[in-house]
């Protein structure tokens, strides 16, 4: 079983920077694709930015080019979202969430993660 904790977030002004944790216990989890959504106050859930197995393999949706970027480290077990340029629509739930590992090791668009985090708050001040 694979557990998933976030931390990281907290209060920053616009402009400013976070990096959010995604710390995994329980297994390695090298080989399993994760992604960082978000939850906006009386909005659905989406997917911000996605890893596979390999650290080349990277998806994110358009409002993150640029700005974030997601990474992993597998000896630590962690998967990091660094985030900049933040803005006040950025505000939101963060979550982690993995899925399970397949031959081709990318993260599948639409396919419901197996393992999710409790979430950390990010709020961005205007």
């Known amino acids: 079983q694979v557990q998933l904790a976030e931390s990281g977030g907290e209060l920053v002004r616009a402009g400013g920077s976070l990096r959010l944790s995604c710390a995994a216990s329980g297994r390695a989890i090298d080989s399993y694709p994760v992604g960082w959504f978000r939850q906006a106050p009386g909005e659905e859930r989406v997917i911000i930015a996605a890893i596979g197995w390999s650290i080349y393999s990277t998806y994110y949706i358009d409002s993150a080019k640029g700005r974030f970027t997601i990474s992993r480290d597998n000896a630590k077990n962690t998967v990091y979202l660094q985030m900049n340029s933040l803005k006040p629509e950025d505000t939101a739930i963060y979550y982690c969430?993995?899925?399970?590992?397949?031959?081709?090791?990318?993260?599948?668009?639409?396919?419901?993660?197996?393992?999710w985090g409790q979430g950390t708050q990010v709020t961005v001040s205007s």
């Open positions: 969430a993995a899925q399970r590992p397949t031959l081709g090791g990318n993260w599948t668009r639409g396919q419901q993660p197996a393992y």
